[in-house]
Nanobody, 127 residues
Framework: QLQLVESGGGLVQPGGSLRLSCTAS????????IGWFRQAPGKEREGVSC????????RLADSVKGRFTISRDNAKNTVYLEMNSLKPEDTAIYYC????????????????????WGIGTPVTVSS
């Protein structure tokens, strides 16, 4: 059974760092585009970062450029989101998702590009 599980969320002070993990089971994650999304209370879900199946192509939302980094460890079937210089506005539930059916020409930062989702991990940035 295909499953994505996020971990690594928590409470951190402004300026701090967290590393989120997205571990897949039931399929080989390296064959697919993987995205990280977030949803803050009262706001729509937004794309944060995504990585191509080859691992070399990555995208970042403008709001996190220079602070967040996405990477993958195929041996562990895991994708990571390294978050530095965190701000209160980064507070949200963070989800990872996988594009199972290739949608050429569509950015992996769009929710509609993704087919299967994890249940999310909460990140709170507060002093």
């Amino acid at each position: 059974q295909l499953q994505l599980v996020e971990s690594g969320g928590g409470l951190v002070q402004p300026g701090g760092s967290l590393r989120l993990s997205c571990t897949a089971s039931g399929f080989t994650l390296k064959n697919y585009r993987i995205g990280w999304f977030r949803q803050a209370p009262g706001k729509e879900r937004e794309g944060v970062s995504c990585i191509g199946s080859d691992g070399s192509s990555t995208r970042l939302a403008d709001s996190v450029k220079g602070r967040f980094t996405i990477s993958r460890d195929n041996a562990k079937n895991t994708v990571y989101l390294e978050m530095n210089s965190l701000k209160p506005e980064d507070t949200a539930i963070y989800y990872c998702a996988v594009e199972l059916k290739p949608r050429y020409g569509r950015t992996c930062l769009m929710s509609s590009t993704m087919d299967s989702w994890g249940i999310g991990t909460p990140v709170t940035v507060s002093s």
